[in-house]
């Protein structure tokens, strides 16, 4: 039987509401400098339901998913504790060029950020929902394994 090379580019790999749905979670393959990549926003909903795009949504090789899921796993972990300085920002995590930082708004709301450290690229969501990075970045791990785009982790040891 024939091998077949079917075109994910632009696939929904993952996603989850967040913030009283105001806000949509999302991961899709995209086709980046290097190839197969994968790009993570919250995108906002508009009063007319339709999904925003975000500004400058963080893009990344599938091979830097791993860290950045560990990075978000981290920052779950570090920010009830974390420390704002005078300008309302926290580091969470840091991982080479990533970074997981929390902010405090003017209004008093927290936010936490994943993305790069030069601010080229990054997904914001309420500090409340720090845990939908880490489930949505898992669910895409599990859809590229299953689409053969990422080893199983038994396929990485043999």
Not at 3 to 12: F, I, N, R, S, Y
Not at 46 to 52: E, I, R, S
Not at 105 to 114: H, I, K, N, P, R
């Amino acid at each position: 039987m024939p091998e077949l090379h079917v075109d994910v580019t632009g696939a929904e790999l993952a996603s989850e509401v967040v913030h009283d749905g105001r806000l949509v979670l999302l991961v899709f393959l995209v086709r980046g400098a290097t190839g197969n990549s994968l790009e993570l926003g919250a995108w906002s909903t508009t009063t007319a339901g339709k999904l925003a795009r975000p500004p400058r949504p963080l893009v990344f090789s599938i091979g830097t998913l791993d860290r950045l899921r560990a990075l978000a796993e981290h920052a779950v972990e570090a920010l009830p504790g974390a420390s704002y300085g005078e300008d309302g920002m926290a580091v969470l995590a840091r991982d080479g060029e990533l970074a997981a930082t929390a902010m405090r708004a003017s209004d008093g709301t927290q936010w936490v950020s994943l993305g790069w450290a030069d601010d080229t690229g990054l997904a914001t969501v309420p500090a409340a929902g720090i845990g939908s990075f880490v489930r949505v970045l898992a669910e895409a791990e599990r859809e590229l394994m299953e689409l053969g785009l990422l080893a199983f982790p038994n396929e990485l040891q043999n």
